[in-house]
């Protein structure tokens, strides 16, 4: 069982940062895929950015390329996702997850552990 817990959400103007953090209870092992997720009201949870602990490599969506950074610190279990130039756009509930590999990364409903997520306001 893995329990990921967010921090780091807040409210903030547009062009600003916030770095959000998802940390994990315990991962059975290193091959787990964590990524990032969001879900405005009225839409439809999407993701923005995964990575895979076992070497790093990361993934990201096309809006979250530029703007987005996903990172780990590997020994506290800790993944982080760097914002920056925030819009309001970017408004939603953000949420970490985790599953066993990265393929089909951004699939929602391929991932096991949730957090409870963590609320970002961009206003403008």
């Known amino acids: 069982q893995v329990q990921l817990v967010e921090s780091g959400g807040g409210s903030v103007q547009a062009g600003g940062s916030l770095r959000l953090a998802c940390a994990a209870s315990?991962?059975?092992?290193?091959?787990?895929?964590v990524g990032w997720f969001r879900q405005a009201p009225g839409k439809e949870r999407e993701g923005v950015a995964s990575i895979y602990r076992a070497g790093g490599i990361t993934y990201y969506t096309d809006y979250a390329k530029d703007r987005f950074t996903i990172s780990q610190d590997y020994a506290r279990m800790t993944v982080y996702l760097q914002m920056n130039n925030l819009k309001p756009e970017d408004t939603a509930m953000y949420y970490c997850a985790a599953k066993p590999r990265c393929d089909s990364w951004s699939q929602t409903q391929l991932y096991r552990y949730w957090g409870q997520g963590t609320q970002v306001t961009v206003s403008s």
């Open positions: 315990a991962y059975s092992s290193s091959t787990y895929c």
